[in-house]
């Protein structure tokens, strides 16, 4: 059982019952009013609630009664304390600054769903806190910080989820992918292609006055002080309503000082089921590739020389030799999604559609019963939120465990670094270092900026 202090605990969702809404409001979405026990509802907190923040805690609902949250972005706050009181019918506290949070000893659970470059930081500080985490991928800006995260989450006992969703939901599509090549479909896999699309450069941006409401130097955080920079045009589409071009929201992904770009935003995704599909999850490639690419600007060192442009890599293909001769490319060209090629067939997969001729077969030859169970671990839940309470409740780790996940996303990390300084970079999966590339390895960590240290 988490930390909790039952009679808080009570007192909310008391205040969730009187509410009287909830059923009216939800009646889909709250299968468990019946509950009995405290454990059946966990109280949850979101932390960065823009976009996927959002996403998350309206997928949780049925599943978690949300008590607080917090954004550095006044605007952000007020526009989802509004929106989460409608979905759940209680209003949640809000907080600009997330460690009012962690001093709550009613809440039990949080979701992180800031960029990236403030994520290991806010997950330690949880764990430390007493309470299991749910983080957004990329779980890390660096690999250091994933080995950081690893060591507090067996120092503490926390349960915690990475929120590659990938791993549950979408129609188990890729559970599916995984289970023909463990049933033998495509015979001895040999090669494995992540589409994960291009990223887009910048014109440059000019430095402009910080938008009301944003407390901008705490958005930084740990990364280093620097002007605020956006151009007029919004964004259009998913995660819009933002400037199009900026180093704030939405668009700290193609910045390497906030996120890795499509490296680790999508990779996170694709080369997470293919490193699951290999049974490559507490292992990693001896050599990183870069084949060919595409630097937004100038870089020396390793660093890109403006500031104020994009400056994540837009256009790639990079080879990662993997165990057992196994070739896996990430590449920015093609379909988004993953092909899977071995001695006997290849399939493609993707959030829409499975596709080749080992699929079409599943007519007359379907997989045994329990297939995808056998790959998922048991029963496969009924959203990432959901594995994420069961192993709440069980104390086991999730199915987005930060092990496996780190590991893949090493494979990301050293994507980006072997493009930065414009070589191969061998690599040591079992020290998990760089090897005899001194200037390499000193990019598997970063320094935190005075003031927004990781608080041990
Ligand atoms: N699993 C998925 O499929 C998926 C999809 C989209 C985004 N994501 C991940 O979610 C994260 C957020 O992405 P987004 O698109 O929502 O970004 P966003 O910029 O739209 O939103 C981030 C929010 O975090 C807030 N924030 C920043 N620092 C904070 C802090 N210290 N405390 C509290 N709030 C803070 C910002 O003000 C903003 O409201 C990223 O890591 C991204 O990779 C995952």
Not at 99 to 121: F, G, S
Not at 359 to 380: M, T
Request: proline share 6%; with cysteine; charged share 25%.
């Amino acid at each position: 059982m988490p930390s909790s202090h039952p009679t808080l605990r009570r007192t909310f969702l008391q205040g969730v019952a009187t509410a009287g809404a909830v059923s009216v409001l939800l009646p889909s979405a709250r299968p468990a009013l019946g509950y009995t026990s405290p454990i059946d509802r966990p109280v949850f907190a979101t932390i960065g609630l823009r976009n996927q923040g959002w996403t998350i805690t309206s997928k949780s609902f049925g599943f978690a009664d949300f008590a607080a949250l917090a954004d550095v972005d006044s605007t952000v706050l007020g526009v989802n304390v509004a929106k989460v009181e409608k979905g759940q019918g209680k209003k949640p506290d809000a907080y600009s600054d997330y460690r009012k949070i962690l001093d709550r000893k009613d809440i039990d659970a949080v979701m992180i769903a800031t960029p990236d470059h403030w994520h290991t930081k806010i997950s330690v500080e949880a764990m430390k806190a007493g309470k299991d985490v749910y983080c957004e991928k990329p779980l890390t800006l660096t690999i250091d910080e994933g080995k950081l995260i690893e060591k507090v989450v067996k120092e503490t006992g926390r349960v915690f989820q990475v929120g590659t969703m990938q791993r549950t939901e979408i129609d188990q599509r890729f559970l599916l992918a995984i289970a023909l090549i463990r049933n033998g479909r495509i015979g001895t896999v040999k090669k494995v292609t992540c589409g994960i699309d291009s990223m887009e450069s910048s014109p440059v941006i000019p430095s402009v006055g910080v938008p009301e409401g944003l407390d901008w130097d705490f958005w930084l955080g740990p990364a280093a002080k620097v002007p605020y920079l956006a151009l007029p045009e919004l964004r259009k589409g998913y995660g819009g309503g933002v400037p199009l071009f900026s180093n704030c929201h939405y668009s700290f992904r193609n910045w390497h000082e906030y996120s890795g770009g499509k490296l680790t935003d999508w990779g996170a995704h694709h080369v997470d089921i293919a490193c699951w599909a290999l049974g490559a999850t507490d292992t990693g490639p001896s050599k990183i590739t870069p084949v060919d690419y595409k630097l937004p600007v100038e870089y020396k060192d390793g660093n890109p020389v403006p500031s104020n442009q994009y400056n994540a890599a837009t256009n790639f293909t990079i080879r990662a030799a993997m165990p057992n001769d196994v070739e896996l490319i990430i590449t920015s060209e093609g379909d988004n999604g993953i092909l899977f090629e071995g001695t006997k067939g290849r399939f493609f997969v993707n959030r829409g559609k499975i596709t080749g001729k080992p699929v079409e077969e599943l007519k007359e030859s379907p997989l045994p019963d329990g297939a995808i169970e056998k790959v998922y671990g048991g029963k496969v839940s009924a959203n990432h939120t959901a594995n994420f309470i069961e192993g709440i409740k069980s104390r086991k780790q999730p199915i987005s465990d930060v092990w496996s996940h780190n590991r893949m996303l090493e494979i990301c990390h050293l994507s980006n670094i072997a493009m930065r300084l414009g070589r191969e970079l061998k690599w040591d999966p079992i020290k998990r270092e760089i090897i005899d590339d001194a200037q390499a390895n000193s990019f598997l960590k970063r320094e935190n900026r005075k003031g927004f240290e990781i608080n041990m």
